[in-house]
């Protein structure tokens, strides 16, 4: 699912979903601009089937745990390099 309308000037974002997998999620995130941009992102995890918590690995840092709110979404705040993607890996 898109997570955000691709328009060229801002951030955009897929996730990937599948409740049966323990990554049950996996969001890559782009920026089309020239700078850096810092940014905090809803991720409707929903359909992972996670209910309470989840555990974001975004690219290489450690595993974070965050809890979701009531319609199931984590927000994170990530900084996405000029011209450049990172991903995130949600797991149970």
Do not use: S
């Not at 940014?39 to 918590?53: M, V």
């Not at 840092?61 to 900084?79: E, F, K, M, S, W």
Request: hydrophobic share 35%; aromatic share 8%; glycine share 6%.
């Amino acid at each position: 699912m898109h997570l955000r309308r691709p328009d060229g000037r801002d951030w955009d974002g897929i996730l990937h979903v599948n409740h049966r997998l323990d990554t049950c999620g996996f969001a890559m995130l782009y920026n089309p601009l020239p700078e850096p941009v810092t940014r905090t992102i809803r991720l409707p995890l929903y359909y992972t089937g996670l209910k309470r918590t989840a555990t974001i690995t975004i690219k290489d840092t450690a595993p974070r745990r965050y809890t979701l709110d009531g319609r199931q979404t984590a927000n994170i705040t990530v900084t996405i390099p000029a011209n450049g993607y990172l991903w995130a890996e949600i797991t149970r």
